[in-house]
């Protein structure tokens, strides 16, 4: 069976965010929360579900920067002060198992090839199905119900 890579986003883009005023946060486009519950805060640095009481930033992010009809952006939680991605290799985390998730399919040249639905606790299962067929490059998982990106996923 194919091994398969999760990797959170890159801190270094958001650094700059950390430690901002709100004002100085909404004049980016961007927003402070704080999470006022175990889940529905999913950070996407450290792949997490951000513990009450955590700040978060809500800023764009664009995840598909090729030059395709697919070129898009989203909305994503960053983990203020977050600075070491989650990179993991055969393993699904958490904050992707516990929610619907959306997983698209791309080819070497960014065209989505298919895409698929499920409980995150089938991911496993879809991602070997999909990273399995010649013409897949890569996954992207959303979360299903609000749409935003969740993280890329390729062969290991």
Not at 95 to 106: D, E, G, H, N, Q
Not at 114 to 127: Q, T
Request: net charge negative; aromatic share 8%.
């Amino acid at each position: 069976m194919m091994d398969f890579r999760i990797q959170g986003l890159s801190p270094e883009p958001f650094l700059p965010l950390y430690g901002l005023s709100d004002e100085e946060l909404a004049n980016r486009s961007a927003k402070r929360y704080v999470a006022s519950a175990k889940a529905g805060f999913p950070d996407r640095i450290e792949m997490r579900d951000a513990e009450p009481g955590e700040r978060l930033i809500l800023v764009n992010y664009v995840h598909q920067p090729a030059d395709t009809p697919y070129r898009a952006s989203h909305a994503v939680f960053v983990l203020e002060g977050a600075k070491k991605r989650y990179d993991a290799v055969n393993e699904v985390p958490e904050v992707l198992l516990r929610r619907l998730i959306s997983i698209r399919a791309f080819d070497l040249n960014h065209w989505m090839v298919e895409g698929d639905v499920c409980d995150g606790r089938e991911l496993d299962a879809i991602i070997h199905k999909l990273l399995a067929k010649p013409e897949v490059a890569y996954l992207h998982a959303h979360y299903a119900k609000p749409g935003c990106y969740a993280a890329r996923i390729e062969r290991a």
